[in-house]
């Protein structure tokens, strides 16, 4: 049986129960959590674990307009897809049940663009299925991003090139929000020592269109193996990074989180 794993925006104990035996009938093994939007507390993050289990085939979220449009509740989903994206593969399978009028592709949060909207209806079930059978290939990734939400030690990010790439140094802004430690160290576990820094800048502003960012930067160089790591402050609705680069225009790349 194909695991399927449901964050629920709504609690609802009834509508969880039904929802679970349906499907079931489909011969899926589901299993959930209610969504929590403490931030402070990076309750996102506890369905990190269980959407990392290799048996879990695809990502269920259950929404309605109003639960969707919450700015902390976007946040806090598209922290969770791209951790579980980085582990997973770029386009991990992600359906959204809406009970409403789906968002405009252009207007949902960029770690969420690749998933796919369903009705929450009676025939949800066939969808989930017919997705699941489908098998997975992850898109090809043009940088590597990963988050960390530790309690009492904050939000970190990971960022660094993809595979077979290689970066002289590198940036990371947020928008709007700060940004109050960074180190290198190897890929896939934030540094607990300090490291090394090459140049290391903060406090950079850039402007991007309307949109200001607070940006830090090194100019370690970063292959595969190593990344740039950061700790961001505030719910920032944006992030950019790429590559260091003291020319007047540069490639970056620009989420959008809310």
Known sequence: MKKIWISLLSKNEE????????????GLAP?????????????????RQP?????????LIVANEADFADPD?????????????A????????IIAFDGKPPAPDTLPTPLRHAQFAPDSAALGAKVVARVNVPFKPQAAEY???????????????????????????????????????????????????????YPMQGLKLQLGEREYTA???????????SYYLRALGRPESFVFGEFSEA??????????T
Do not use: C
């Open 51 to 59: 959407l990392l289990d290799p048996e879990v085939a695809a990502w």
């Open 31 to 47: 299993a959930g959590h209610f969504w929590s939007n403490n931030l402070e507390k990076m309750e996102w993050s506890s369905a």
């Open 73 to 85: 509740t976007r946040f806090g989903l598209s922290l969770l897809s791209i951790t579980v994206q």
């Open 87 to 94: 582990a997973r593969g770029h386009g991990f399978p992600t």
């Open 144 to 198: 590597r991003l990963d988050v960390y939400g530790v309690p009492g030690l904050g939000l970190w990010l990971e960022a660094g090139p993809a595979a077979g790439h290689n970066w002289n140094g590198v940036m990371f802004g947020v928008s709007p929000g700060d940004i109050n430690a960074h180190g290198v160290a190897a890929a896939g576990k934030p540094p607990t020592e300090k490291m090394i820094l090459n």
């Open 248 to 257: 007047d225009s540069a490639e970056v790349f620009v989420l959008k989180m």
């Open 15 to 26: 509508k969880a129960k039904k929802m679970m035996a349906s499907l079931g009938q489909y």
């Open 216 to 226: 830090w930067a090194v100019k370690n160089p970063l292959d595969e193996k190593t």
